[in-house]
């Protein structure tokens, strides 16, 4: 027996493995736009790592909760797969794939793999210029400049003035703001606007798909300094939606030209005009796809595969003579294995000359750039003793344009180095990056081969909402463009909202701070699941101080909780338990807490788990909402009937705090599995948090529990009365939908059968 940071003693098991997926890992669905010959699925790590499936690696994510040993897992992945697959296949799949992958543990609590990609061309010397928070703020403004009309427009007068540049004007007088000092430094600033503007177009585009753009960066990649934004949720998006997020920063390098141009003609500040060309230098320089600029990301994209640089090698080993293609490679449709090698055939030789050039010419590029570099300090030093403060400026930005490029370069030789050095150490191939990982294929014989995914094209849905419906409903269905990316995101959170349940679902929402928004949280999370489920939802109102949730709802039945365990002998059907509810639009259902002030006696633990067993028998997702007092022993009798727990906070510090302390407690007291899969709300308030890092709080509670959910401030839920969905903001409504995502998510756990069993004899509490 071992002993674990609780004091709660662990015996394993009998009956071989039960993987269990790890904590945070969040399944994405489909991914769209494929180039393989099957469908792909995405995940989502804990560490926001995106990782590329193969149905068969989804599915065995997505029934490992833990509770099934790995024959029964292989049973039920084989039912959903059509395909029989050996238990032992199952744990080879988990060792080799899954686990260094860092979705699923073989044994609960066992060690997985979180290793991170280190490909040879990749940013060097990196830093946080912008964090996510004020990145999404801005993204959020600057998305509407993706509406066609404004796109059109960008367009058409970029076109415009370039016709009249070169129809008017001579390079000369293009670059004559080059001559002086001052020119130079004025068009440095605005090539460093223009820089940081294109990574803003990126987040921009991710945002108006409708995922969650990340923060900005800066380094260095391969000898230029550069910027960079993290927008791995576009993975989750569409082929449009991802493509718009790769074209967003050469979209707004267009914008950028207009503005310049639009002020340049009112001004006539020469320094524009130079911005204007180096921007479109810009431009074709981000659409190259020989390297990790723009242009790889949109022919990977256009082709369906995310990671081009991972197919190198088997790509260049299938056309060998009498070399076989590797299971990724045969696995591509013919149009992408042919986008890809060409891809291969031009960019692996113009890799290695650069590399052999930059090889060969490097001791003499060194040999300058000292001599160079003294000469410049030297000259820089001169010029700020003599006043010239203009001429110093770009002297010593010289000084700094020769010295960044050897930086970058050392590392890129370097890393060179040490990826040959590990190649000839170990002949095995290394794992494929994380967030693109191509994993093992599973052959489908006969008749199992003729599956819809494979056999039948994908039939785009019809539009609901906006021009794309009305476009549908003029033609009468003949033109369908298809749901706009913010409406398919939705349905996919609806999909993943009606994930099947194994069981009944008790969902404890916790907050010890009174005025958090406990009860409207469980009130909107109700209705959310119930309006988007077919099974029963029940709202229990179990706050001891007479809570006020039956007051959010048309009240129906003037029956408490009291009453309906007084009389639980007369229940035996759902029809009897109906008498004792308030039913809202929704089809949720509420059971009101005692409100009357001569009861002196609350009720306990033990009543609560006799309502909680007969709500089990006729309801499939039952929702408590709780009080303040998490030592009070009713709470602490729920905790212990509970499947997962939401925790709920204001955005304030000590609101953060005491939430953070909740978790603590129930850490430390044999609750650590609902930490683990619980979900943390923080509910703003109207008007902006000056003073409070929200992104802070939000990044601590992700870390710790399974999602982090922050809901908008919204009128409607100010009255206290009775609220429905349909009430609500859009973006409130989206952000509850999010919620009971992230609460559908953690179905697939099951705390009650893991990888462990617990000695009852040496609990705290001496019982189990």
């Not at 945070?24 to 560490?47: K, M, N, P, Q, T």
């Not at 150490?425 to 008749?447: K, Q, V, W």
């Not at 992700?702 to 009775?722: E, F, H, N």
Request: net charge neutral; aromatic share 6%.
């Amino acid at each position: 027996m071992t002993a674990t940071e609780s004091g709660i003693r662990t015996v394993p098991v009998r009956g071989g493995p039960r993987p269990r997926r790890v904590a945070g890992v969040r399944l994405l669905g489909r991914y769209e736009g494929s180039g393989f010959r099957d469908e792909r699925y995405l995940a989502e790590r804990a560490d926001r790592q995106m990782v590329l499936l193969t149905k068969l690696l989804y599915l065995i994510v997505e029934n490992a909760d833990g509770h099934a040993s790995t024959d029964l897992l292989a049973d039920r992945v084989s039912r959903e797969y059509g395909h029989r697959l050996d238990p032992d296949d199952l744990i080879k799949l988990i060792q080799e794939k899954l686990g260094p992958s860092g979705l699923v543990a073989l044994w609960n609590g066992a060690p997985v793999g979180q290793r991170k990609a280190d490909p040879l061309l990749a940013l060097s010397v990196r830093g946080v210029l912008l964090p996510a928070g004020p990145v999404r703020v801005i993204a959020r403004v600057l998305a509407p400049l993706f509406h066609l009309p404004v796109i059109v427009a960008v367009l058409a007068s970029v076109l415009a003035f370039d016709v009249w540049i070169v129809t008017s004007m001579a390079p000369s007088d293009v670059f004559a703001a080059l001559v002086e000092p001052a020119g130079v430094i004025a068009v440095l600033i605005l090539l460093l606007a223009a820089t940081l503007f294109h990574e803003f177009g990126h987040a921009a585009g991710c945002h108006y798909g409708g995922a969650k753009p990340g923060r900005i960066g800066v380094g260095i990649y391969l000898w230029i300094p550069a910027f960079y934004t993290n927008v791995t949720t576009a993975y989750r998006l569409n082929r449009a939606g991802r493509l718009r997020t790769d074209l967003g920063g050469v979209y707004f390098n267009a914008v950028f030209i207009v503005a310049s141009a639009g002020l340049y003609l009112r001004t006539g500040w020469t320094p524009l005009l130079a911005i204007i060309a180096l921007s479109h230098l810009e431009i074709a320089q981000q659409l190259l796809p020989i390297v990790r600029f723009d242009g790889y990301y949109i022919l990977g994209d256009l082709a369906g595969v995310p990671n081009l640089f991972g197919h190198v090698r088997p790509i260049l080993w299938s056309l060998l003579p009498g070399g076989r293609a590797a299971a990724g490679v045969a696995q591509l449709r013919l149009r992408t294995r042919v986008v890809v090698t060409t891809w291969v055939l031009i960019t692996v030789p113009a890799l290695l000359i650069g590399l052999g050039l930059l090889t060969w010419n490097a001791p003499s590029y060194l040999a300058n750039f000292w001599d160079r570099s003294a000469e410049l300090w030297s000259s820089a030093s001169g010029l700020a003793a003599a006043g010239e403060i203009g001429a110093a400026v770009v002297a010593f930005l010289s000084l700094l344009a020769i010295t960044i490029p050897i930086i970058g370069l050392s590392v890129v030789l370097v890393r060179s180095v040490l990826h040959v050095v590990r190649a000839v150490r170990s002949r095995h191939a290394e794992p494929p990056e994380p967030a693109e990982e191509e994993p093992m294929d599973t052959e489908l014989p006969g008749a199992a081969a003729f599956t819809e995914e494979r056999m039948l094209h994908h039939r785009l849905p019809p539009p609901q909402h906006g021009w794309r419906h009305g476009l549908y409903f003029v033609s009468s269905g003949r033109i369908n463009v298809g749901p706009s990316p913010a409406e398919q995101r939705r349905q996919e959170r609806i999909d993943r909202v009606r994930a099947p349940l194994r069981g009944p679902r008790r969902v404890v929402t916790l907050s010890r701070k009174g005025g958090a928004g406990k009860t409207t949280t469980t009130l909107m999370l109700g209705h959310t699941l119930a309006m988007y489920r077919g099974d029963r939802v029940v709202a229990l109102d179990a706050n001891p101080d007479a809570g006020s949730l039956g007051y959010r709802v048309r009240r129906e039945s003037p029956a408490t909780v009291t009453n309906l365990l007084g009389e639980r002998d007369l229940i035996t059907k759902y029809a009897d338990l109906r008498e004792y509810t308030s039913q809202a639009p929704s089809r949720l259902e509420v059971i009101a807490s005692d409100d009357d002030p001569t009861i002196s006696q609350a009720l306990g633990a033990r009543d609560y788990r006799v309502v909680l067993d007969l709500l089990t028998q006729h309801y499939n997702m039952i929702l408590v909402d709780t009080g303040t007092g998490i030592l009070d022993s009713a709470i602490q009798g729920i905790l212990r009937e509970a499947d997962q727990i939401v925790v709920v906070m204001p955005p304030a510090l000590d609101g953060a705090r005491v939430a953070a302390g909740t978790l603590d407690w129930l850490d430390q007291h044999g609750h650590a599995d609902l930490v683990a899969s619980a979900v943390a709300v923080i509910n703003t308030t109207r008007g902006r948090q000056r003073w409070l890092q929200l992104d802070e709080i939000e990044n601590h509670f992700s870390s710790r529990c399974a999602g982090t959910v922050r809901i908008p401030w919204d009128p409607a839920l100010d009255s206290g009365a009775a609220v429905d969905l349909n009430d609500l903001r859009p973006g409130t409504r989206d952000a509850y939908l999010e919620l009971a995502e992230l609460v559908a998510d953690g179905f697939a756990v099951n705390r009650w059968t893991t990888g462990t069993l617990t000695d009852p004899s040496t609990t705290p509490e001496g019982v189990s």
